[in-house]
């Protein structure tokens, strides 16, 4: 296991450190994990050059908004599909789980023209409706759902609770794990997504994070530094919103909870 761990974390270790070397320390033959001389020329250096602060904010609203959105319908979805007896429910479910046998590059020119046709392109509208539920979170909330008793939803109904007040104020305090893991799969999806914002954006003004370090990669191919510094920029706030979320998660995955 601490072999396995070494490989994982070596990357991400080598992008931190390097993030702080000089350019010819980067490139140098053969290279070295560690350097005689650190700076914060790169970060100063990202900062200045692409509109990072931007770039920041049009991903945080992106990101953000769509977890929300997602985390709500797609809890609703799975509900319905795990507690509610309604026509087409099989073959509505199928359907759903069959799109997510589909690639994004399959239909991602489809979509350019539909949102380009509803003059969203370019807009927050554009790049948060096409993500505000998934196929993979529907299955996840209606795994969890299912695996709860009907015992709670049953003594709720004689205490004269309607489905909507089952769903708010029983089935979604007991969901609190599946939910958590499921805006943080959510979250960390959308702020590391790099085709669906870089064909649905044209302008620096509405770029994500990793669409504006691409296009900042493609200009300033020579400056290995501040790309890394970039990189890292991009992968702090994850990394510490795991930290806080890291339990919900792993219970989350696990699918934990009540079961009959």
């Known amino acids: 296991m601490l072999i396995v761990i070494v490989i994982v974390l070596f990357p991400f270790i080598w992008l931190l450190i390097s993030s702080f070397k000089f350019e010819k320390d980067i490139i140098t033959y053969p290279p070295h994990i560690f350097s005689s001389k650190y700076t914060f020329e790169n970060y100063i250096k990202v900062w200045d050059t692409i509109p990072l602060m931007q770039y920041i904010k049009n991903t945080v609203i992106f990101a953000g908004a769509t977890m929300i959105i997602s985390v709500v319908l797609d809890s609703m979805t799975g509900y319905a599909l795990a507690r509610m007896q309604f026509r087409g429910k099989t073959f509505f479910y199928y359907f759903v789980m069959t799109t997510m046998m ?65 769903f708010t104020k029983i089935m979604m305090p007991l969901a609190k794990p599946s939910l958590m893991a499921l805006a943080v799969f959510t ?28 296009l900042f990669t493609g200009q300033h191919i020579s400056f290995y530094g501040p790309v890394m510094a970039g990189a890292v920029i991009s992968m702090l706030p994850l990394f510490v919103i795991y930290i806080f979320a890291q339990k919900y998660f792993v219970q989350g995955t696990a699918m934990s909870g009540m079961k009959e």
């Open 102 to 166: 589909i690639p994004f590059m399959v239909y991602m020119i489809p979509l350019f023209i539909e949102i380009n046709k509803l003059n969203m392109l370019d807009t927050y509208a554009g790049l948060i409706i096409p993500r505000a539920t998934t196929a993979f979170g529907i299955f996840m909330m209606r795994s969890y759902f299912v695996g709860l008793p009907r015992d709670l939803e049953e003594a709720a109904r004689i205490d004269g609770l309607n489905e909507f007040g089952i």
């Open 187 to 214: 979250l960390t999806n959308n702020w590391n997504d790099l085709l669906y914002p870089l064909i649905l954006t044209s302008t620096s003004d509405m770029r994500t994070l990793p669409a504006g370090l691409a």
